[in-house]
């Protein structure tokens, strides 16, 4: 799976930003996908995920009430809406095929840069 993480930018507290993420491969509506991100000098954490049919999702506390993961699989897309942004939400943010188990993950594409600031 080939993925292409977009939609950072700088946006002040408070903001709001939506992020996309465009994957390749047949077998997307089928897997489950997260958010991820890694602000610097810290190690990368788990942000929100979704189940293929996108009836379920997790949240990071952190982020629990302000962001929103969806999906829409005929477009190969999830997606992360952002609310109520705060400055430790800068980091550059990742998608991936996994959920909170993404420790041993490798194929991490790009990923696109969420600067908040205060």
């Known amino acids: 799976v080939q993925l292409q993480a977009s939609g950072g930018g700088l946006v002040q507290a408070g903001g709001s930003l939506r992020l996309s993420c465009a994957a390749s491969?047949?077998?997307?509506?089928?897997?489950?996908m997260g958010w991820f991100r890694q602000a610097p000098g810290k190690e990368r954490e788990f942000v929100a995920a979704?189940?293929?049919?996108?009836?379920?999702?997790y949240y990071a506390d952190s982020v629990k009430g302000r962001f929103f993961i969806s999906r829409d699989n005929a477009k190969n897309t999830v997606y992360l809406q952002m609310n109520s942004l705060k400055p430790e939400d800068t980091a550059v943010y990742y998608c991936?095929?996994?959920?909170?188990?993404?420790?041993?993950?490798?194929?991490w594409g790009q990923g696109t840069l969420v600067t908040v600031s205060s």
């Open positions: 979704i189940t293929g049919s996108g009836i379920s999702t």
């Open positions: 491969g047949r077998t997307f509506s089928s897997r489950v």
């Open positions: 991936a095929p996994r959920g909170r188990d993404f420790a041993a993950y490798g194929g």
